[in-house]
């Protein structure tokens, strides 16, 4: 089975693919990014961009599922509704490409990596590192973000 997770962002969008292998039950990072837009493009043009930057990915590596981590709500309520907008635009692609969605709240991300409710968020990047090997040039929280997110989907999903 194949994981699609992201790190739902406009400006930064942390994107994950983890196969999940029937027999063992291993778990491999196939790919990973943090994949930007710039902050001088309309928002309706870096919505553009990421959707067409997902749809490369989702027709590369043909994921079954997409995991995706909920909203909560900061104060700034104009951030909140454009990552609401992108979240739109990847929920489409995911039921455009038949992909099974799962959505993991934080807690169940920080559960799943870490085994502890209330873990930072450098505990899970640590463990992240531990439960599945990465590019150790991988350092972007976005990105890393992707990965715990496909993970927390790769324990709560059977086959």
């Known amino acids: 089975m194949k994981i699609l997770g992201i790190d739902p962002g406009y400006e930064r969008l942390g994107i994950a693919i983890l196969e999940k292998n029937k027999t063992d039950r291993r778990e491999n990072l196939l790919f990973s990014e943090c994949f930007k837009t710039s902050a001088k493009l309309e928002f309706s043009e870096r919505i553009l961009l990421i959707g067409e930057r997902l749809e490369e990915i989702i027709k590369k ?91 927390t989907a790769s324990a709560h999903l059977r086959f």
């Not at 995706?68 to 990847?90: D, P, Y």
């Not at 489409?92 to 873990?119: D, H, M, R």
């Not at 990047?125 to 972007?140: E, G, H, P, T, Y």
């Open 61 to 151: 590596y043909k994921p079954e599922v997409l995991s995706i981590e909920t909203l909560f709500f900061t104060t700034n309520q104009k951030t909140a509704m454009h990552v609401a907008e992108t979240r739109g635009v990847i929920i489409y692609l995911a039921k455009k490409y038949n992909l099974k969605i799962f959505e993991a709240t934080p807690l169940q991300i920080k559960i799943a990596t870490t085994g502890y409710g209330k873990a930072t968020k450098d505990q899970v990047m640590k463990m992240v590192k531990m439960l599945i090997q990465v590019d150790k040039n991988k350092k972007s929280d976005d990105e890393l973000d992707a990965i715990a997110i496909t993970l």
